[in-house]
């Protein structure tokens, strides 16, 4: 993927994105803050054009923001994380609490103290929901299975759930902050601790903005072995999502089913690459090393009987009456909702949004596959169980494609990573979008922004909500399949 | 249809690995050791000088320059086993999982290569001791104070029919109201502090706090930032440590297992 990088720090940058959200023919792909070289603040709106291409508008910002939200309800989010992490005054945001920092937030930790208008929160104020028979019900942050943390605020009228509203940002661990300063072949690692079961994907979008900002070309085998990371990834993702969904309806031969299939795809990948989710092997200009073709071999094996295992019992779960009465109409996600709040990834698929990194701006390998996207228009649980399924076939087959087509030669090529350079790079990871920003200042990271695909989709899960009972609110949840920590970061 | 499920589910050979495979097993943590006779001055330098947090560091003691390994710190990028030209390589053995933060020190001559010994244990009455615990109950509540979500992979992991942890009486529960034993990991995110204590004081006693992976042993990665408290031990009491970014499913197991050794041989004294 080219990188078009707009230089171009003017305020007219702010006005140009706002322009082009308010005619509404682009898509919000992020929202960020950075400081400039002389401490002035500035504002990046990164949209998706209609032509499918990234644009980065830039600018200065000088006393308030005027919010987008009310426009683009995407922006939300992007907006209160710039409020708490730049200080930037935003005009006409609807709910400016914070978003990053809790009430309990001790004063003065915060990434740059001098211009932070943090320090202790105050306290988060809920919306209310008045009326007879309304009861709160709060979940989290510590919850019942082996999960991340979250606070999940019901209101509910006897089983139903009339709202409900996110408070998260647990784990945030200041790692965009975190970046700055190290120097560029570093980052990668970092990036892998993002959000561990993402890991390589991260990894990877890592690299790709490194390639790109430096107008580097990573040799085709390394190119073949990130696509194979990349799809082996999304294939545990899938299979591991499926079976909790199986098992959050009390199915617990499937669920036990898959997680060892999972297992059976960690196995061979540990025997493979030496370790279980491809840690470490992605670096700026290729791979680590290489994987010899013996083992390739073993690995296509796995993946080839893992496909076929699951594909069999993916079709007798779903075609069993007490699964479909579950799962069906259950979680609805109306493709306007998933529209206006801008959703990616299978979760965009399943309400009918057919958008693909993979397929709308191609890197890698990809370049060379004509992909197939799945979609489905109803939105709800059962849709996002049938695009995961889909999906973990297509895996199969391009890693399947990529292992018999592998090209010769080496798998990493040097960087001249000791330079300046502005570059990123998005990447098509499980959950959907993933993108990376970088800003290189002699080697060195002077800013690194993550668009995390659950960053995006989180805001659409409470909208997935009403009518819903309470009960089956994990299994909602788990169709989503959003990571905190990536969220969060 | 369901019981098709069943059917398949029962005719596919079973997975399930044995207690002997897993207990001390560390492979694919891509934790370094060193091979002995092998290291010398310049590679431990060379190892050292690309850790990228510190978990191997130089020093010298008494005349003898050493190679620290802590591997509380190491994520397991493999860089020094790549850099240390064949002087270290991914263990397959001996990554100590469940025990006190000092224990995850190694240290190496760095003139002949050998191991300076903190401590001895024998294998054998290791063995002997594990399968005298097995069969009593642990139940559990994992916590994640702030972690990536990378521990909690191999974690879950631990339920599959590969490892099958129910076997040992070993569960994990909703609450830490119902749990022996807490599970926590990550570095403590500063929006996490007051639910980790919380959840820490919730817990009956006697309680046992397992730090998993470099974050939850030594803040990892994540040391230093604005928006991290530090290590597990920073903010509760910690009986064991288990390292690895990720630690495997069978570092997981051999941790929690010495972890109650270690505390069947402190009820005992």
């Known amino acids: 993927m080219s990188a078009p990088v707009s230089s171009s720090r003017s305020s007219g940058g702010i006005a140009d994105a706002l322009a082009l959200l308010k005619a509404g023919n682009c898509r919000l792909v992020s929202i960020f803050g950075s400081i400039d070289d002389d401490g002035s603040r500035c504002v990046h709106y990164l949209l998706d054009t209609e032509k499918r291409e990234y644009r980065l508008y830039s600018g200065q910002v000088q006393g308030a923001l005027p919010s987008v939200t009310a426009i683009t309800p995407a922006a939300a989010w992007y907006e209160r994380e710039i409020h708490d992490l730049y200080g930037i005054a935003i005009e006409g945001h609807p709910n400016l609490q914070p978003l990053v920092f809790h009430e309990d937030w001790p004063e003065g930790a915060h990434p740059r103290p001098a211009i932070a208008n943090a320090g202790a929160a105050g306290e988060y104020r809920f919306l209310k929901v008045e009326g007879e028979g309304v009861c709160e019900v709060p979940v989290g942050p510590v919850h019942a299975g082996i999960i991340e943390p979250g606070h999940f605020r019901f209101s509910v009228v006897g089983d139903t759930v009339l709202h409900l509203e996110l408070h998260h940002f647990y784990t945030h661990k200041g790692t965009e902050a975190l970046m700055e300063g190290r120097q560029v072949p570093d980052g990668s690692m970092l990036a892998e601790s993002i959000s561990g079961d993402n890991c390589f994907a991260h990894a990877v979008t890592y690299c790709q903005a490194v390639e790109n900002a430096f107008g580097i070309s990573v040799p085709p085998r390394g190119r073949a072995l990130r696509l194979i990371g990349l799809e082996l990834e999304r294939m545990l993702a899938h299979i591991g999502d499926f079976g909790a969904l199986c098992g959050d309806v009390a199915f617990s031969v499937p669920a036990a089913y898959t997680a060892r299939l999972k297992e059976s795809l960690l196995r061979v990948s540990a025997d493979c690459t030496g370790t279980r989710f491809w840690r470490g092997l992605c670096r700026p200009g290729g791979m680590q090393y290489d994987l010899p073709a013996e083992k390739l071999r073993a690995l296509a094996d796995c993946v080839a009987e893992t496909a076929r295992d699951f594909a069999e019992l993916a079709q007798k779960c779903l075609e069993t009456p007490s699964i479909q009465n579950r799962f069906e109409t259950t979680g609805i996600l109306h493709r306007d909702l998933a529209r206006s709040l801008c959703v990616v990834g299978p979760v965009a698929r399943a309400s009918g949004l057919r958008l693909d990194v993979r397929r709308d701006h191609p890197y890698g390998r990809y370049r060379t596959f004509a992909l197939e996207v799945p979609s489905h228009s109803a939105g709800d649980v059962m849709a996002r169980a049938r695009i995961r399924t889909q999906e973990t076939q297509i895996s199969a087959r391009l890693i399947a494609h990529a292992i018999e087509e592998m090209p010769s030669g080496a798998v990493r090529i040097s960087i001249p990573w000791q330079a300046s350079a502005e570059g990123f790079s998005a990447v098509e990871s499980p959950r959907g979008e993933l993108l990376y920003y970088l800003r290189i200042n002699e080697g060195r990271i002077r800013r690194c922004h993550i668009k995390s695909p659950s960053f995006q989709n989180w805001p659409a899960l409470p909208l997935a909500m009403p009518g819903n009972i309470i009960a089956?609110?994990?299994?909602?949840?788990?169709?989503?399949?959003?990571?905190?920590?990536?969220?969060?970061? | 249809m369901i019981f098709d499920v069943a059917a398949q589910s029962l005719a596919s050979k079973s997975a399930l690995l044995p207690i002997e495979q897993l207990f001390g097993d560390c492979t694919a943590s891509r934790m370094p050791e060193?091979?002995?006779?092998?290291?010398?001055?310049?590679?431990?330098?060379?190892?050292?000088?690309?850790?990228?947090?510190?978990?191997?560091?130089?020093?010298?003691?008494?005349?003898?320059?050493?190679?620290?390994?802590?591997?509380?710190?190491?994520t397991g990028c493999g860089r020094c086993i790549e850099a240390g030209g064949g002087a270290l390589r991914a263990a397959a053995t001996g990554v100590p999982c469940g025990v006190t933060r000092a224990a995850l020190l190694r240290c190496w001559n760095t003139d002949n290569g050998s191991e300076i010994a903190f401590d001895e244990a024998s294998p054998d009455s290791i063995a002997r001791q594990i399968r005298s615990l097995l069969g009593r109950a642990l139940n559990i509540r994992q916590v994640d104070a702030g972690s990536c979500n990378g521990c909690e992979a191999e974690i879950g992991a631990l339920t599959s029919p590969y490892y099958d942890l129910e076997r040992f009486?070993?569960?994990?529960?909703?609450?830490?109201?119902?749990?022996?034993?807490?599970?926590?990991?990550?570095?403590?995110?500063?929006?996490?502090?007051?639910?980790?204590?919380?959840?820490?004081?919730?817990?009956?006693?006697?309680?046992?706090?397992?730090?998993?992976?470099?974050?939850?042993?030594?803040?990892?990665?994540?040391?230093?930032?604005?928006?991290?408290?530090?290590?597990?031990?920073?903010?509760?009491?910690?009986?064991g440590h288990i390292p690895g970014c990720p630690p495997t499913p069978a570092m997981l197991l051999t941790g929690i297992l010495n972890v109650l050794k270690g505390k069947q041989v402190r009820s005992y004294e």
């Open chain 1, 472 to 489: 089956d609110f994990p299994l909602i949840n788990k169709s989503f399949n959003l990571s905190y920590s990536g969220c969060d970061r």
């Open chain 2, 169 to 239: 009486g070993i569960h994990f529960v909703a609450s830490p109201k119902h749990a022996d034993m807490l599970l926590v990991t990550g570095p403590v995110a500063r929006n996490m502090e007051q639910a980790l204590r919380r959840t820490y004081e919730a817990t009956p006693s006697p309680k046992l706090v397992v730090a998993v992976g470099a974050c939850g042993c030594s803040g990892g990665i994540f040391h230093g930032s604005y928006a991290v408290s530090g290590a597990i031990d920073a903010v509760i009491p910690v009986d």
């Open chain 2, 34 to 74: 060193v091979v002995a006779g092998r290291l010398n001055y310049e590679l431990a330098c060379k190892a050292a000088a690309v850790c990228p947090t510190q978990a191997l560091r130089l020093s010298e003691e008494d005349g003898c320059r050493r190679l620290m390994l802590d591997y509380g710190k190491c």
